[in-house]
Nanobody, 124 residues
Framework: VQLQASGGGLVQAGGSLRLSCTASGITFSIYAMGWFRQAPGKEREFVAAINRSGGSTYYADSVKGRFTISRDNAKNTVYLHLNSLKPEDTAVYLC??????????????????WGQGTQVTVSS
């Protein structure tokens, strides 16, 4: 199983990025997907999740209204659109997969598989 995240980079405050996470080795369409982030010296933090069909999403309060999670089951890919970025959004962003139809999956230990992460740096 491999979850390959990409799309991170350096962006100014107020800017946007689109992260992608492509899965292989799993039947992607039966997995709920989540995005987490981890800043240096801090615990891994839930960002967003989407159920296996893409019909339900759930967000952390800190990103609600600024970030959007979506998925394309035909491409085995989940996306995270980051808008109105703030310096406090700086972190390594990781995708995760859980064999479930739930969407409210907000703790790291609920997930079965993890990607390696992609760095997002927001300058002020």
């Amino acid at each position: 199983v491999q979850l390959q995240a990409s799309g991170g980079g350096l962006v100014q405050a107020g800017g946007s990025l689109r992260l992608s996470c492509t899965a292989s080795g799993i039947t992607f369409s039966i997995y709920a997907m989540g995005w987490f982030r981890q800043a240096p010296g801090k615990e891994r933090e839930f960002v967003a999740a989407i159920n296996r069909s893409g019909g339900s999403t759930y967000y952390a309060d800190s990103v609600k209204g600024r970030f959007t999670i979506s998925r394309d089951n035909a491409k085995n890919t989940v996306y995270l659109h980051l808008n109105s970025l703030k310096p406090e959004d700086t972190a390594v962003y990781l995708c995760a997969a859980k064999k479930s139809n739930l969407v409210v999956l907000t703790t790291p230990w609920e997930y079965d598989y993890w990607g390696q992460g992609t760095q997002v740096t927001v300058s002020s």
